[in-house]
């Protein structure tokens, strides 16, 4: 999940938007899973479009 959305969107990313991401990497794999799923509240410091578009789960490819 994670790294597909750092495929789908990484390449248009600044500054801000990579620091975020690598913040995200130091978190739990679960925590991550719970706040793109919509079962855990999101951290503030996560909250904002890239959350947006990372809850969205549509760059995930699910095999048919």
Do not use: H, N, S
Request: glycine content about 10%; hydrophobic content about 45%; charged content about 30%.
């Amino acid at each position: 999940m994670i790294g597909c959305f750092f495929d789908r969107y990484g390449g248009e990313w600044g500054e801000a938007e990579i620091a975020w991401f690598e913040a995200l990497l130091d978190e739990e794999d679960a925590d991550i899973m719970g706040w793109a799923l919509g079962t855990l509240a999101i951290p503030d410091e996560y909250v904002g479009p890239q959350m947006d578009a990372f809850r969205k789960l549509d760059y995930v490819e699910i095999p048919r």
